[in-house]
């Protein structure tokens, strides 16, 4: 029997106060029965101390002597990746965990549970996090006791005692230390940074408006001075110290924070429910850059991608498959069918290309449905003729829709008639679904660019939280501006799995690298249509002249149904990607052609499509304020408040 309600999704004063009363029942019948742990009492204190009122609810169930805990985490600083990872941004995640009542952290080993109020079966994400946090329970519990608990609070007391001790306090403070719980961190103005910003950027800006010198100790020891205004500073003693600059300074911190709020164990002197919130606003951040099955970090070459994945090892690719985690292959289908139409159509270009070998990458590793102890697509035995054999079968989106929205038809009949022709053929879809680790969405009419002139425009974000965070730091700090990136079709599968990569002298790079190593960008649509026909064994880069003179020929066409329709029609396709870029010092400007050496400082935005030539007007310059208006209007942003960023 519970002595308490679900009420923390109340607003008003009195419904708290009447919650409260609730939760904490035991004036009723039940208070002469219930004996409550003093510690449990303490640490909930603690969450409300340092998050709020509201981070915290319970619920007890006193003949069994069992209580829920409810914390509350605030993802609201997911902004875009919301959506991506599929979560409400809105609302908290919930971490419910079940203690002993009167024993608390001297008790059995608690349940642990992870979900959002609206979604509380099918939460991707909370099942991620489940996983990872019954693992750091389970550790932790080992080595818990009140006792332990009461211990590490009194020692943190006494360092407010009377006597001096609050000054050493303070003078342990360093610049990586945790931000106050405040969600509004105060406004800072500068010569440079204007409007709010976020808790590393606060501190990383508090750093560079210092007038003075400052050392500060690495991830590894080592010890940095940054000086602001590139003044001289003075070594001393018998410890060297490395001068950095600027760009250096946001890269350390960045790599610091990483290596504190990943998987750290947070300190206990707040007690137990504060330290595993803070170890999950920890991992929150960094679930992508961890596989869902083993918890080991992936590997990449240009570092983590958005959304969350497995990794190539076996075991977890046969976990994977076997825990039905595929399944929201249903759901892309019927929600996502032009994303998936591209998906497919990316995979089949990397596919017939001459260069497969290299940019066919990453290969499938797909669990064989007639033997689950066994891969049918093993990266380590690659077999591109089995592979294209089950491509050709896989059923087209606009079938797969039309089965899906029919009375008569589900997915299992989508499934059913697949594996009759291949029973590849459906796990090959389920692998070119949920490998792709970027956030691409079809754009509505509403709010598509008119000036690309066509119809398959997608939003499309790759960056993780924590490149993004870099990336805003960074905005803040230069300003921002757009340009393209064009690169061939057949580039894509790998891209939206990888990232883009300085591929500058490796074996990706297909058309030189005359202005140095970097990803090459353009703030002219032209040249950046020439490097997207690139490819299939062309050297031949066309001049802006004979582009413009082609492709506005062709945009004088009347478009015809096919152009106008929902899927793409063509397997001859190009594209070309609307990137947001940094506009620092390390941007090389090469007349019309940029280069970008830091991949952190280019985040890709939107991406177009084109078959059977077709293509925008090739006199497109981002720099023109007009098609900067436009690019704001889509994106949702009034133009001044990012120009004031210094775009």
């Known amino acids: 029997m519970s002595t308490s309600g679900d009420c923390w999704g109340e607003e008003d004063s009195d419904g708290d106060s009447d919650c409260e009363e609730f939760m904490y029942g035991i004036q009723g019948h039940f208070a002469s029965d219930l004996y409550r742990h003093p510690q449990l009492d303490a640490d909930i204190g603690a969450v409300r101390d340092i998050y709020t009122d509201r981070a915290v609810s319970v619920r007890e169930y006193g003949p069994i002597d069992d209580v829920d805990v409810d914390l509350q985490i605030n993802i609201g600083f997911l902004d875009e990746v919301a959506s991506a990872w599929k979560v409400v941004r809105t609302e908290p995640i919930i971490l419910r965990l079940r203690f002993s009542l009167s024993q608390y952290l001297d008790g059995p080993e608690p349940t642990v549970d992870v979900f959002q109020p609206s979604s509380k079966d099918g939460f991707g994400l909370g099942v991620q996090l489940k996983k990872i946090l019954r693992t750091f329970v389970s550790q932790q519990w080992k080595l818990l006791s009140n006792d332990l608990i009461r211990a590490q609070q009194k020692k943190r007391h006494s360092w407010f005692k009377a006597g001096g001790t609050i000054k050493k306090f303070r003078a342990g403070l360093s610049i990586f230390s945790p931000v106050a719980k405040s969600p509004c961190v105060p406004l800072i103005q500068g010569p440079v940074v204007k409007g709010p910003l976020r808790a590393p950027e606060l501190r990383v800006t508090r750093l560079i408006s210092r007038s003075g010198p400052c050392t500060m100790k690495g991830p590894g020891g080592e010890h940095f001075t940054y000086a602001p205004n590139a003044q001289s500073v003075p070594v001393g003693g018998a410890r060297p110290t490395v001068q950095i600059t600027t760009k250096q300074l946001i890269e350390l911190f960045f790599s610091s924070q990483a290596l504190i709020h990943c998987k750290s164990v947070p300190t206990l002197e707040y007690g137990f429910l504060v330290q595993i919130m803070k170890y999950s606003e920890q991992r929150i951040p960094t679930l992508n850059e961890y596989c869902v099955v083993c918890d080991e970090q992936h ?39 032009e994303v998936v139409d591209l998906l497919v159509a990316m995979c089949r270009t990397a596919l017939d290309s001459a260069r497969k070998s290299i940019i066919f990458d990453p290969y499938p590793s797909v669990v064989d449905p007639t033997d689950p102890k066994s891969l049918a697509f093993n990266p380590k035995k690659r077999s591109y003729e089995r592979l294209q054999k089950a491509l050709d079968s896989v059923m087209s989106i606009r079938e797969m829709t039309q089965i899906v929205v029919s009375l008569q038809g589900s997915y299992l009949e989508i499934k059913r008639q697949m594996d009759k022709i291949d029973p590849l053929a459906h796990p090959l879809l389920q692998w070119i679904i949920s490998s792709n680790r970027s956030h691409i969405v079809k754009l509505p009419p509403s709010r598509q660019l008119m000036f690309m002139h066509t119809p398959h425009q997608f939003l499309l974000l790759s960056s993780p939280p924590a490149k993004e965070a870099r990336f805003r730091t960074a905005r803040k700090l230069y300003g921002s501006t757009f340009a393209f990136h064009g690169s061939h079709i057949e580039n894509w599968h790998s891209i939206l799995r990888n990232g883009l990569v300085n591929a500058s002298y490796t074996k990706l790079q297909l058309h030189g690298a005359a202005y140095g190593k970097g990803i090459y960008l353009s703030p002219i649509s032209s040249i950046s249509f020439g490097y997207s026909g690139m490819g299939k064994g062309q050297h031949h880069m066309p001049s802006k002249e004979e582009l413009v003179q082609r492709y506005n020929r062709m945009n004088t066409m009347a478009q015809t149904g096919s152009v106008q329709s929902r899927f793409l029609q063509s397997r001859n396709l190009n594209c070309i990607a609307l990137c947001e870029v940094i506009t620092s010092k390390d941007l090389q400007k090469h007349g019309n052609i940029w280069v970008c050496p830091v991949s952190d400082h280019v985040c890709t935005r939107f991406f177009f499509v084109y078959e059977d030539g077709q293509v925008g007007d090739a006199n497109i310059n981002t720099q023109d304020t007009q098609i900067q208006r436009e690019i704001m209007s889509v994106i949702g942003t009034h133009p001044s408040s990012r120009l004031s960023d210094g775009i």
Do not use: I
């Not at 590997?299 to 399944?327: D, H, I, W």
């Open 299 to 337: 590997v990449f070459q240009n570092g983590s991608m958005l959304k969350p994945a497995v990794c190539t090892r076996e075991l977890c690719v046969f976990s994977f498959y076997t825990l039905g985690v595929m399944s929201g292959a249903v759901e892309e289908v019927a929600t996502g069918a």
